[in-house]
């Protein structure tokens, strides 16, 4: 049986994920999956996605992929990579798309014209690089992981959920935003662990081995 279902929709950053859990996870399967059973009968769901929320809506919808993702976000440890995470929400500015609404709340643009730090330095949109990701919680993935680790960004949305039960860290940018929720066996990030070195490793190992306990 497969351990850990990798979703493949056609917009992902795929081969880094899937590389990394290989590497951290050497006792499990990891596959890269399109079809609706393997990633029904899988153990671990993680859902990455790059590029724009409307085109990974359709193209998620277009694999018949959708009704296994919330099956999946429902019942099993989940985990949420940059689209992965927008997408459990009700909806996104970007190209004004509905999400799947498991979680609630929106993903907004960065507001760029207020982009300044207090020092008067005007910041990029997309927000790309390495930036400290705050805990908020305590979380079995953030096991070994310091409290203000660094974790590598490339994104101009961010989610706004009115839910603050669910924030599980925040960024600064130059204000604090989500980039981290935690429910129940969801768990989803707007940073890229597959590219964040040994933090984002260190997330991905205690994902593998995570038991949200219903
Ligand atoms: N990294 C990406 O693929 C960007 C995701 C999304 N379009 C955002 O800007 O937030």
């Not at 399109?34 to 919808?61: F, H, I, Y």
Request: proline residues 7%.
């Amino acid at each position: 049986m497969t351990d850990i279902a990798i979703v493949d929709y056609g917009m992902g950053n795929l081969r880094s994920v899937h590389k990394a859990l290989e590497h951290i996870a050497p006792d499990s399967t990891v596959v890269v999956t399109s079809d609706p059973a393997v990633v029904n009968k899988a153990s671990r769901v993680v859902v990455p996605g790059q590029g724009a929320m409307p085109n990974c809506m359709s193209e998620l919808k277009a694999c018949g992929l959708q009704d296994a993702v919330i099956r999946a976000a429902h019942s099993k440890p989940f985990l949420g990579i940059c689209i992965g995470l927008q997408m459990l929400f009700e909806e996104s500015e970007e190209g004004h798309v509905k999400g799947l609404d498991i979680l609630p709340g929106r993903v907004i643009h960065f507001p760029v014209k207020t982009m300044t730090t207090p020092e008067g330095l005007k910041l990029k949109v997309p927000h790309m690089g390495w930036n400290q990701v705050c805990q908020t919680v305590n979380h079995p993935l953030w096991k070994d992981i310091a409290k203000d680790a660094r974790f590598y960004f490339v994104h101009s949305y961010y989610v706004d959920t009115p839910d603050t039960a669910l924030i599980a860290a925040q960024t600064h940018y130059p204000f604090a935003f989500t980039c981290a929720v935690a429910k129940d066996n969801i768990f989803a990030v707007q940073f890229h662990p597959e590219k964040s070195h040994i933090a984002g490793l260190t997330l991905l190992r205690n994902f593998a081995t995570w038991s949200p306990g219903f």
